[in-house]
């Protein structure tokens, strides 16, 4: 069966300027999954904590949303130009990776030694730039321990190049975008059809990486 998707385009392998052997597909292949999946399952669970635990930012996703289906027929699917009318979901998405730290760091590698601070990185050497504490720096987003979405209603924090939610530079992740489309997509119709309540105290980790091992249990109800 044909798709005509990535992988399809992977395999049929033509009309790329470079051709790639089984081993590079293969790693294609793993790489977007990879990026693709974690990523996305921590967001949206840890946004669905962060609305659950703060009524004032879930009632305002749900009054952006509610605007979103009053101009709609009940079954009618939401378009691009209403996703681009979610500001506040956009808001919610990027506090939830903010403060939850969903990615912890980007890898980079040193094209020449350089001096930071009076100590010496030699060339080559790979470094971990570890973002969770510049997403806690109270300087760069205050009180950084607050669940505040509303922080990122102003647009100019998306490009301030200390922001590294989706990494930056020429790495800048390339699913930035489909992902951020596709939890607003979930958000929309998660909030507008149910509400929800955590069942039982499941452990979240912090440490070295945001994670509930096993699973964040809620009881949706009918909205
Ligand atoms: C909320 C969702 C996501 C977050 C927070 C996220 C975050 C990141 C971060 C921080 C990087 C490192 C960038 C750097 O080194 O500068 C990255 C890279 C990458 N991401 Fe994402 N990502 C998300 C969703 C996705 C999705 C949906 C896909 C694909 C379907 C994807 C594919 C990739 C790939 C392929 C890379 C490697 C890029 C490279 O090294 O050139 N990501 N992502």
């Keep these: ?4 998707d990535i992988l399809d385009n992977l395999l049929k392998n033509e009309d790329l300027r470079y051709k790639l052997n089984d081993k590079e597909i293969l790693d294609q292949v793993i ?17 669905i904590k962060y609305l659950h635990d703060h009524p004032a930012a879930l009632q305002e996703l749900r009054d952006e949303h509610f605007v979103i ?3 709609k027929k009940p079954e009618e699917p939401i ?17 939830t990776s903010r403060l939850a730290t969903i990615v912890n760091g980007v890898l980079r590698m040193t094209t020449e030694e350089m001096e ?18 510049i997403n806690y720096d109270p300087f760069l987003y205050p009180e950084p321990l607050k669940f505040n979405p509303w922080r990122w209603l102003d647009k100019s924090m998306e490009s301030h190049n200390y922001c590294f939610l989706f990494g930056g530079g020429s790495r800048l992740c390339p699913g930035k975008e489909l992902g951020i489309v596709t939890i607003s997509t979930f958000l929309h119709y998660f909030v507008t059809q149910y509400r929800w309540e955590e069942v039982g ?18 009881r949706v109800s009918k909205y």
């Excluded at 069966?1 to 005509?4: E, I, L, S, V």
Aim: hydrophobic share 40%; aromatic share 14%.
């Design 69 to 71: 289906r009053k101009r």
């Design 79 to 95: 378009k691009w130009n209403d996703y681009k009318s979610m500001s506040f979901t956009r808001a919610v998405i990027f506090e």
């Design 31 to 47: 790489m977007i999954l990879y990026s693709g999946f974690e990523t996305m399952s921590t967001t949206s669970m840890m946004a």
């Design 1 to 4: 069966m044909k798709h005509d």
């Design 201 to 218: 105290g499941e452990k979240i980790l912090k440490f070295p990486r945001v994670e509930a091992p096993n699973g964040l249990h809620v």
């Design 116 to 133: 930071l601070n009076g100590f010496v990185i030699p060339r080559r050497w790979r470094i971990y730039v570890y973002t969770r504490e």
